[in-house]
């Protein structure tokens, strides 16, 4: 899905951002990458999404080379990309559900598909009830969950989360880490960038990537597993849709997975029901005029009696 093949981006003759960097991702992996300020957390991220380009190497992703993206194919590849900040970056001239739908509107979707992903997302995080504050009326990790959001709203493949808990607080920390490890569960690739080690004691055994300026000290844990596809739960002997099975959540709660990370299976051709008629299909049909000239037309009454 995404591999980083030696790549170096350098800045200055004696300023690296990353060096000789060599490693991949595949389909549904959480990679940790950490190392001290400065050790090049960002430059990845920036790198993937192309707001850089490598002085040298090359970077793959999906099945295209990034190195050589036009400009007008940016933003079609910065949509598969979800990028979760430490600032969070919300707009606060607009308000909770306005950010999240956002994205959304910039690619054009239908009002009725931005309904149903803002609801869901907000479900997803928790925070249907703050849907109409303002970035400055919320807590520290409220906000970040509405980045979280926001960062799932186009539906990307990858999301890279560049120090999401490096200004909240130990609780509210380890929260967000569930959070960002949930989606991951629901499919979503995750690469989290941290040095926050409680964190990444908490999700202990997932494969971390070490950097020490700029290149990679230590690649471990995570080891690859054959993936086998899930079957959907048995619901033989019950009258419960399979649709309707619902998890576990971050909080302790329980919730339905939202259509935008878990994608509802399409049903067969001859499982679709057909459409019912509209009330307005059934209004009587209004008679055809002729469209015989009225002479012609009253004497072809006349030759019919």
């Known amino acids: 899905m995404l591999i980083f093949d030696n790549v170096t981006k350098q800045f200055t003759e004696d300023s690296y951002g990353v060096k000789d960097v060599s490693f991949s991702v595949d389909p549904g992996d959480f990679v940790f990458i950490t190392g001290h300020s400065g050790s090049g ?150 690469i989290f960038a941290t040095h926050d080690q409680e964190i990444m004691s908490e999700l202990a055994g997932m494969r971390t990537i070490f950097l020490e300026k700029g290149q990679i000290v230590k690649d471990a844990g995570g080891k690859k597993k054959v993936k086998k596809e899930k079957e959907p739960a048995s619901t033989a002997g019950t009258d419960e849709d399979p649709a309707d099975i619902k998890t576990e959540n971050i909080w302790g709660e329980t919730f339905k997975p939202p259509d935008l990370v878990l994608k509802k299976k399409k049903p067969a051709a001859d499982e679709i029901e057909p459409a019912k008629a509209k009330p307005s299909d059934s209004k009587p049909e209004k008679s055809k005029k002729s469209k015989l000239p009225k002479e012609k037309k009253a004497n072809k009454e006349e030759e019919e009696n």
């Not at 992903?117 to 504050?133: C, G, I, P, S, Y």
């Open 41 to 190: 957390k960002t430059t990845l991220m920036r790198l993937i999404t192309k707001e850089y380009t490598p002085t040298a190497g090359e970077i793959l992703f999906e099945d295209y080379s990034v190195n050589q993206l036009k400009n007008s194919q940016l933003h079609e590849h910065r949509r598969k990309i979800g990028v979760i900040f430490q600032n969070y970056r919300l707009l606060h001239e607009l308000n909770v559900w306005e950010n999240i739908a956002l994205p959304l509107m910039i690619i054009g979707k239908k009002s009725d598909e931005i309904e149903e992903r803002v609801t869901d997302l907000l479900k997803l995080v928790e925070l249907t009830d703050k849907a109409q504050l303002f970035p400055t009326q919320l807590s520290g990790g409220e906000a970040q969950r509405i980045s979280i959001a926001r960062a799932l709203a186009t539906g990307p493949s990858i999301i890279f989360a560049d120090e999401p808990t490096g200004n909240l607080d130990k609780d509210t920390s380890l929260k967000i880490a569930r959070l960002i490890h949930k989606i991951n569960e629901l499919g979503t690739t995750v």
